[in-house]
């Protein structure tokens, strides 16, 4: 059974710290690899997806890193901005297509 | 294209009550999830449609729960005699099979039972 852990879980910094988020899952049989933000109270909306077969993914500010082998993914956060204040979340895909998420790094980013 | 949608965004009812809720799916989406999501946690998956095929079902989910998507369009899911422990975000995601097969989530449906 696949496990997700994200560490940390609540993260708080100043603004204009590059951060970065952690994400390890136990089975390396993934499919895909993504990472959602998710605001209080609302549904998740999707930051980026890694395909297995690749290494990284960019957009804007954020690059998300996999490593299939030691079981990690990271997403790095450039030059943080207190609008990037939410939970951020990763989820697992095997080849049943059902994605395991994890619970969450709360992040907080203070001007 | 507005998204995926979810109604109601919040429902309120008592124990033993039973609840519907409805998700419409991105429009050229032919899988269709359903996620339950409780405070402080990670979204745990429910179901999963392909099509009007429900591929997938948790044990989480009991005979109480029941997931539909007749036309493999929109998809409902019901909750019969509702618990105290069913109190939750229920949410809906869709993606399109190929391509990156990336997840859109809806609002999500706040359930609280009393």
């Known amino acids: 059974k696949q496990e997700v852990t994200q560490i940390p879980a609540a993260l708080s910094v100043p603004e204009g710290e590059n951060l970065v988020l952690n994400c390890s899952f136990t089975?390396?049989?993934?499919?895909?690899l993504q990472w959602f933000r998710q605001d209080p109270g609302k549904g998740l909306t999707s930051l980026l997806l890694?395909?297995?077969?690749?290494r990284e993914q960019t957009s804007g500010r954020l690059n998300a890193s996999l490593d299939k082998s030691s079981g990690r993914s990271t997403l790095y956060i450039a030059a943080s901005q207190p609008g990037d204040s939410a939970t951020y979340l990763c989820?697992?895909?095997?080849?049943?297509?059902?994605?395991?998420f994890g619970r969450g790094t709360s992040l907080i980013v203070h001007p | 294209d507005t998204g995926v949608s979810q109604n109601p965004r919040h429902k309120i009812t008592k124990r033993g009550q039973n609840v519907t809720f409805r998700c419409d799916p991105i429009?050229?989406?032919?899988?269709l999830y359903w996620y339950r999501q409780t405070l402080g946690q990670g979204p745990e998956f429910l179901t999963y449609?392909?099509?009007?095929?429900?591929?997938?079902k948790s044990r989480l989910l009991s005979d109480r729960f029941s997931a539909e998507r007749p036309k493999g369009s929109f998809s409902t899911l019901e909750i019969q005699r509702t618990e105290q422990g069913d109190s939750a975000m229920y949410l809906c995601?869709?993606?399109?099979?190929?391509?990156?097969?990336?997840?859109?989530f809806g609002p999500g449906t706040r359930l609280t039972v009393l």
């Open positions: 890694i395909q297995s077969s690749q």
């Open positions: 429009s050229e989406h032919n899988r």
């Open positions: 995601a869709s993606s399109s099979e190929g391509s990156t097969d990336t997840q859109y």
């Open positions: 989820a697992a895909r095997g080849g049943s297509y059902i994605p395991t």
């Open positions: 449609f392909q099509n009007e095929a429900q591929l997938e």
């Open positions: 089975d390396s049989a993934i499919y895909n």
